[in-house]
């Protein structure tokens, strides 16, 4: 017996989670999530960014900025991108079955 670890999965791994066999709600979780944690993570940095640049150069750039011209268009380029890549993952393995 195999420790739980060392499991070899047919479909390969990204970051130890399986790339296949996932359901549609499970994948349609995933690309929401994606594009969750890319505008919140890009929106973090944007505000950062912001903040040293209103302070070293003396600038006045609302932080409100960040969240539209950041944050919002790399949710939505994450979400499209995620939805084609997990909905194929979710067809192939509904063709494999």
């Known amino acids: 017996m195999q420790p739980a670890h060392s499991q070899r999965h047919p479909g390969g791994t990204f970051l130890g989670f399986p790339l296949e066999g ?3 709600f499970q994948s349609l979780l995933l690309v929401f ?9 890009t929106t973090t940095i ?4 912001l903040l040293a640049w209103n302070l070293i150069g003396h600038h006045t750039v ?4 960040s969240y539209l011209y950041v944050g919002f268009p790399a ?6 991108l995620a939805l084609p890549v997990f909905g194929t993952l979710w067809i192939r393995a509904k063709l494999r079955r």
Do not use: E, M, P, Q
């Not at 594009?35 to 993570?41: C, E, H, M, N, Q």
């Not at 944007?46 to 960014?49: E, T």
């Not at 609302?62 to 900025?65: E, M, V």
């Open 62 to 65: 609302n932080y409100a900025d």
């Open 75 to 80: 949710g939505v380029v994450v979400l499209l």
């Open 22 to 24: 996932f359901g549609f």
């Open 33 to 41: 999530t994606s594009a969750f944690f890319a505008f919140f993570a």
């Open 46 to 49: 944007a505000i950062f960014s």
